[in-house]
């Protein structure tokens, strides 16, 4: 499993691999398995930030190997999904696709519509993308027209505050303009925006609950696990591609979705 694994992220072998941008067939014509509602689910989330060669920060995939890693999920059967399909198979017992997964980018910089959002629509896949309202229409991040027309394309845009400061080191009235602030200059724009991402992955008690209190039905942390139940929708945990096939690999592409832990 191990050595098809790195086969395929080397680009080695695959299933087809065609160039970047270039649209490859559907996994299958035919609706995949569900998942029947339960009182927890497997939902590895994945998170991203730069999309652009030249670095080995962590912080930073080339569009290549993005291709290799959307390659990979496709190949094993993963179904991306949004935050919203997941809040809704918990709330309203709406079901999932087996091996559900979900795609999160961070900050909304403008490599990542340049690089990652053809790719994502090479692979039939959808993705969430946190932005940062006050960089939004910047040098070097997406404008409002390019975000619209990625959910137009069935992309979700999410909320990663205003500034992007850590919430945890605010005042209540800073905080909560930095979180309900941020939603409401999305949703002025147009957007409809129900889940949120924590800057620096960092949270505590106080901003979950602002969280909550601004009307977000989700909100993704950068904490270890790949499992999603209704009691941490406020923490959901999220992590990068290489932490998921280092850790959670394994258990979760060679069993069952209700076996997985």
């Known amino acids: 499993m191990h050595v098809l694994v790195a086969l395929l992220l080397s680009g080695c072998v695959g ?3 065609s160039s970047i941008g270039t649209p490859v067939a559907p996994q299958s014509s035919l609706t995949p398995d569900l998942i029947a509602p339960a009182s927890s689910v497997v939902v590895p989330i994945l998170v991203y930030h730069h999309v652009r ?3 080995t920060s962590t912080l930073f995939v080339s569009p290549e190997e993005l291709d290799k890693q959307l390659e990979y999920l496709q190949y094993y059967g993963f179904h991306t999904i949004s935050f919203t399909a997941l809040a809704d198979y918990f709330e309203k017992e709406k079901p999932l696709p087996q091996h559900p997964i979900i795609l999160s980018f961070d900050d909304g910089w403008e490599n990542q519509y340049e ?7 090479k692979y039939h896949d959808t993705a969430t993308f946190y932005v940062v309202t006050d960089y939004l229409n910047r040098r070097n991040f997406m404008t409002t027209e390019q975000l619209k027309f ?3 394309a069935g992309m979700t845009i999410g909320c990663h505050t205003r500034s ?3 919430l945890t080191s605010l005042g209540h009235e800073r905080a909560r303009e930095e979180i309900a602030g941020a939603k409401a200059a999305l949703e002025a724009d147009g957007f409809n925006v129900d889940t949120f991402a924590y ?10 609950d602002m969280v909550r209190e601004a ?9 270890d696990g790949v499992r999603a139940t209704p009691a941490n929708f406020e923490r959901l945990p999220g992590m990068t591609f290489q932490t998921f096939i280092n850790s959670h690999v394994g258990p979760v592409t060679l069993t069952s979705g209700e076996t997985l832990r």
């Open 15 to 17: 299933y087809g691999m």
């Open 53 to 55: 060669s030249g670095s």
């Open 115 to 121: 690089y990652a959002f053809p790719i994502l629509q």
């Open 150 to 152: 990625m959910v137009a």
């Open 164 to 166: 992007h400061p850590n």
């Open 199 to 208: 800057p620096y992955g960092a949270y505590n008690a106080r901003v979950v």
């Open 215 to 223: 009307g977000f039905r989700t909100a993704r942390t950068v904490d």
